[in-house]
């Protein structure tokens, strides 16, 4: 059974930036495609950025383009996270997701493996 454990999260404020990281417990999946998704307060979990196996395709959410930027490591397992120009409306629990599909990893159905969540509070 895979973990995936994120990090990166924290306080803080409007326009500023914070790289989150998930990292993979298990070799087997470094060449999965990976994803985040965002649950804010009362909202259902949404979809944010999503990478191929090979970084070769990157998709974002329209809310996120030209501010966030995904990518990955596989040697080392991680998938990153780069966020800039943040707004309070960014602010929600981060979760990483890994599955053989890179569809699942922009719909997030049936995700197979979610992060347990890193909070990323945006103060105006």
């Known amino acids: 059974q895979v973990q995936l454990v994120e990090s990166g999260g924290g306080l803080v404020q409007a326009g500023g930036s914070l790289r989150l990281s998930c990292t993979a417990s298990e070799r087997t999946f470094s060449t999965y495609p990976k994803g985040w998704f965002r649950q804010a307060p009362g909202k259902e979990r949404e979809f944010v950025a999503a990478?191929?196996?090979?970084?070769?395709?990157?998709y974002y959410a329209d809310s996120v383009k030209g501010r966030f930027t995904i990518s990955r490591d596989n040697v080392k397992n991680t998938v990153y996270l780069q966020m800039n120009s943040l707004t309070p409306e960014d602010t929600a629990v981060y979760y990483c997701?890994?599955?053989?599909?890179?569809?699942?990893?922009?719909?997030?159905?049936?995700?197979?493996?979610w992060g347990q969540g890193t909070q990323v509070p945006v103060a105006s």
């Open positions: 990478i191929s196996w090979n970084a070769g395709m990157t």
């Open positions: 997701a890994l599955d053989q599909s890179i569809n699942e990893v922009q719909t997030g159905k049936n995700v197979t493996y």
